[in-house]
């Protein structure tokens, strides 16, 4: 199992910056980061410029000019939902994180069109089915707080048709305590004890398909856009409340 190297994109998909957008700085090159997650009502992504344009993504980035941005959503019957400017609150601020009003479908193919800065984008994507967390079965999972020292094992099994890897976050109080992922269905997961005694915190996971899995989880990632570098890619999650007593 690896570490997670951006949780932060599968929970809000956007990271803290700045809310001044640019036109387009020099030696600068627009990146596209939007996964679909099954069963939420509202799909997120953000556009920024990643400069200089051979950085690592989300090394340093500013958002681009929302003018420059068209991206519809193509939903599976032939109809579009657009990608529009979403305001930060409070303030209003734009860091550069767009948002369409669909809920996404276990199973169904979704594609993005449109342009940014200039360039036509294309790219196609498939959700995963429903992730079954078979283990553990119930949905509050209690840990002895003194069975373990930072790291308490915990056995998993859980499964989506149509997931290439899983990725798991614990997430307390808008905060990442830990992460990981595996390509594993069945194993134990090494989870982090935040601090001695009792704690509460959910276990978030995520079911990737290969395009998200492909970019989200390697050191360098590989995009899945025609027109410019990033991912559209799909998810499905379920989640455990995680109790150290």
């Known amino acids: 199992m690896s570490l997670a190297r951006f949780p932060a994109l599968l929970v809000a998909l956007a990271l803290a910056g700045c809310d001044a957008a640019l036109g387009g700085?020099?030696?600068?090159?627009?990146?596209?980061?939007?996964?679909?997650?099954?069963?939420?009502?509202?799909?997120?992504?953000?556009?920024?410029?990643?400069?200089?344009?051979?950085?690592?993504?989300?090394?340093?980035?500013?958002?681009?000019?929302?003018?420059?941005?068209?991206?519809?959503?193509?939903?599976?019957?032939?109809?579009?939902?657009p990608f529009t400017p979403r305001r930060e609150q409070p303030g209003g601020g734009f860091i550069g994180r767009y948002a369409a009003s669909v809920v996404a479908t276990y199973g169904a193919t979704y594609q993005l069109q449109g342009s940014?800065?200039?360039?036509?984008?294309?790219?196609?994507?498939?959700?995963?089915?429903?992730?079954?967390?078979?283990?553990?079965?119930?949905?509050?999972?209690?840990?002895?707080?003194?069975?373990?020292?930072?790291y308490c094992s915990v056995p998993f099994h859980w499964v989506a048709a149509g997931a290439d890897q899983y990725q798991y976050l614990q997430v307390k109080s808008g905060g990442f305590v830990g992460a990981g992922s595996t390509a594993d269905t069945a194993g134990v997961l090494n989870l982090f004890q935040a601090r001695p005694g009792a704690d509460t915190m959910a276990l978030v996971v995520y079911a990737l398909e290969p395009q998200a899995a492909a970019f989200l989880l390697p050191e360098t990632p590989k995009g899945s856009i025609t027109g410019l570098f990033g991912l559209f890619g799909a998810a499905s999650r379920a989640q455990r409340v995680l109790v150290w007593q």
């Open 25 to 81: 700085p020099s030696s600068a090159a627009p990146v596209i980061q939007i996964l679909l997650v099954a069963g939420d009502s509202v799909q997120t992504g953000k556009v920024e410029w990643r400069f200089p344009a051979d950085s690592p993504v989300n090394f340093t980035s500013r958002p681009v000019d929302s003018t420059l941005v068209q991206l519809l959503l193509v939903l599976p019957g032939g109809s579009t939902v």
């Open 116 to 150: 940014v800065a200039g360039r036509v984008v294309a790219a196609t994507t498939t959700v995963p089915d429903s992730l079954r967390i078979l283990e553990p079965a119930q949905d509050t999972v209690t840990i002895s707080a003194t069975s373990c020292s930072f």
